[in-house]
């Protein structure tokens, strides 16, 4: 399976700190991409990254990739109680237009 | 603003009784998915069209089908429902023309679906 892993499962942060999440897949791939998911809501993309590239920033998102090791981190600086949601990230499949999620990480930021 | 829509927002109906959950886009785009998400899960594939062509994932049960009319719509009928396919529905877009691996997918704002 080329499902990605994530952890931690859940995360909970003060308001002003920041958050890491980190994602693992297992076979090669073209690029990797994070979403957003507000509750009860569809998924929002946020940040792809090819795998050329080692780190990827978006404003308060910054993202790496290590093809060596197969994984991913998402890092949210100066977090909002906003940022609340779950995390997801999502590798393309090798042949067709599929994509495979991870589990997801939920992210509670305390205000 | 080019979007996903999909109607109704949440879906109430009976075990056993036929139901169906639409998805309209904006995009113009040529591959349109639903995914099923269950409570702190991340979407399972269901089936996706890349233009007309349906493409079924090997575990979905025969009970869920769909329909693409036209390039905008796409349907999704579950023919039986039972207690287990309470979930919420999420329909999404992707751009399949530009060829090579696939990059963003565009989410509608789900169907969350209630069986009694």
């Known amino acids: 399976s080329q499902q990605g892993e994530e952890d931690p499962q859940a995360l909970s942060i003060q308001e002003g700190e920041n958050a890491t999440m980190n994602c693992s897949y297992k076979?090669?791939?073209?690029?990797l991409q994070w979403y957003r998911q507000n509750s009860g809501r569809g998924l929002v993309h946020l940040i792809l990254?090819?795998?050329?590239?080692r780190e990827k920033h978006s404003g308060r998102l910054r993202v790496t990739l290590d093809t060596s090791k197969k994984s991913s981190s998402l890092l949210i600086t100066a977090s909002r109680a906003a940022d609340t949601a779950s995390y997801f990230c999502?590798?393309?499949?090798?042949?067709?237009?599929?994509?495979?999620f991870g589990a997801g990480t939920i992210l509670r930021v305390k205000s | 603003d080019a979007m996903v829509i999909q109607n109704p927002r949440y879906q109430v109906t009976q075990f056993g009784k036929p139901v169906t959950l639409s998805c309209s886009q904006t995009?113009?785009?040529?591959?349109m998915y639903w995914y099923q998400q269950k409570s702190s899960q991340a979407p399972k594939l269901l089936f996706h069209?890349?233009?007309?062509?349906?493409?079924n994932e090997a575990d979905t049960p025969d009970n869920f089908q769909s329909r693409r009319p036209n390039t905008s719509f796409c349907f999704l009928d579950i023919r039986s429902p039972g207690l287990g396919d309470a979930a919420m529905y999420l329909c999404?877009?992707?751009?399949?023309?530009?060829?090579?691996?696939?990059?963003?997918?565009?989410f509608g704002p789900g169907t969350r679906l209630l069986v009694l």
């Open positions: 076979t090669s791939i073209n690029n």
């Open positions: 999502a590798t393309p499949m090798e042949y067709g237009n599929k994509l495979v």
């Open positions: 990254i090819r795998s050329n590239e």
């Open positions: 999404a877009t992707s751009d399949g023309t530009s060829g090579g691996a696939l990059e963003t997918q565009y």
């Open positions: 069209y890349y233009d007309k062509d349906f493409n």
């Open positions: 995009l113009n785009h040529n591959v």
